[in-house]
């Protein structure tokens, strides 16, 4: 079992930047897919970003391609989603999630606000 906690989220301004971070106990972070979900008020969970259990493949959605990365550190049980031009679209809740075959595990969340 894994445990996440979601951290780095806050206000800015459009076009700014924010970097959230992960962080997982467990000694066995490394054999986890992580990614990135966000949920905006009265909108359904949507995927963001995801980095496999290396952090050599990353995946996005297309409305942050190229505005978003993801990134992992194994040594330090953290990933990242460094977050740059940002929209008041992307004003949500944002997830962590540890995926290992069927099981899934979820942070609590974070809010980042984007205001206009």
């Known amino acids: 079992q894994v445990q996440l906690l979601e951290s780095g989220g806050g206000l800015v301004q459009t076009g700014g930047s924010l970097r959230l971070s992960c962080a997982a106990s467990?000694?066995?972070?490394?054999?986890?897919?992580i990614g990135w979900f966000r949920q905006a008020p009265v909108k359904k969970r949507e995927f963001v970003a995801a980095?496999?259990?290396?952090?050599?493949?990353?995946y996005y959605a297309d409305s942050v391609k190229g505005r978003f990365t993801i990134s992992r550190d194994n040594a330090k049980n953290t990933v990242y989603l460094q977050m740059n031009s940002l929209k008041p679209e992307d004003t949500a809740v944002y997830y962590c999630?540890?995926?290992?075959?069927?099981?899934?595990?979820w942070g609590q969340g974070i809010q980042v606000t984007v205001s206009s």
């Open positions: 999630n540890a995926k290992l075959g069927l099981s899934r595990y």
């Open positions: 467990g000694r066995t972070f490394s054999s986890y897919a």
């Open positions: 980095v496999s259990r290396s952090g050599d493949s990353t």
